[in-house]
């Protein structure tokens, strides 16, 4: 069994106690089983054979973790959850598969639809096109899908709260000079699916501060989908791609936008450890990886525009803030924006509760630390808020639309890139939808 394989991880964990009060789920619930250590408790009991995998409380308060891995970051002893989060739902998905509609189609879409980039762009195509002609507003507006399953109506808010709402930047860089580094850009399936624009403002403002930026036509999803859902096998199939698509870029860095892409992929390295052919590779590829606003750190960016007076807050994506340790870099790149109208976010490093698919499979929980989020970004009275993945853009962005909140969810590095239009520091007119 895989836990039984983790027993040094989980017997390090001391006890203490300090991950409780960091972990969203246990905050709200108070149950010691909804915190990190009793879930590693849990875990231990199943590796040695004390608790049976198919016992309705491991699965019950396995499947309550976001995986947010805030633990991690308060934890004295430097436990590994994220690592045996994911070997648990492999064991679950093992022992006990869920047979709900819900779970259902979800095993379905993970090895039928991302498993194949053929059919993912079809299915993010038409999902493109629901969205931009209008239905999905015009169902939400209409509230009747209330009616019929609030999840449903969730759902379709996230598809409509992936909707462009900035400023749109429609340019190419005008190329002048020698590039001063040669990078690889990670454009991810939701990212590229229904956040095409955050990859090409990425790719502008990169290319405005003289980076070469290449994109790898053969890459697939990260696997992290696979991985929170603990189908690892798939997961690990899907890094083996990736890693043969930026193999021929030698060293060079593989940038992301996506907090909870880049940090899966930088996991690669425990993920195939055991694979005698990619274990090798895979620690090379994990170094190489780096969030967009880690990269601009290297270097003193460039200085655009003003982008109005609009208030701005912003939120730490958990993954980019607890699996890259990049979220003060992003802060650090939305403050090169002159006269950015900022102010601070309390609770900025708390989870929102999207946490991937969990909002479709936990709503309850999800919506729960969903509305304590909201309540702070209203306190701030930002009418822009900023965050660095896909899956929280959608996530806040949907509660926003749900709860009639008039705000504006985006990536950091599309403020900075409508930064730099306004600045003039591109040229000719692209195709940056």
Known sequence: MQLRREEEKLLACIHCGLCLEACPTYVITGDENDGPRGRLY???AVGEGRLESTSDAFS????????CRACEQVCPAGVEYGQLLEA???????????????????????RHLWLSPRRLRLFFSLSRRFRDVGLARVILQSRLLRLVSRRAEFALALLESSRHRR????ANVTKSGRAAQKLMLFTGCVGEGLFARVNRATKRVLEANKFAVG?????VCCGALHAHAGDLEFARALARRNISAFSDAGDAPIITNAGGCGA??????HLLTSDETFAGPAQVFSKRVRDVSQQLETIAPLAGSSVGQDIVTYDASCHLLYGQHAAEASLKMLRTIPNLNFVGLEGAERCCGGAGIYNLMQPEMSGQVLREKLDRISDTKAEVLATGNPGCQMHIGAGACLGGMRLQVCHPVELLDESYERAGFYGETGNGR
């Open 42 to 44: 849990l875990m231990r």
């Open 60 to 67: 019950k308060h396995i499947d309550r973790c976001l995986g």
């Open 88 to 110: 648990s739902r492999e064991v679950l998905l093992t022992a006990q598969p869920k047979q709900t509609p819900t779970h259902k189609l979800l095993r379905f879409a993970l």
């Open 167 to 170: 400023r749109k930047v429609d």
């Open 215 to 219: 994109i790898p036509q053969e890459q």
């Open 264 to 269: 899966m992929l930088a996991s690669y390295s």
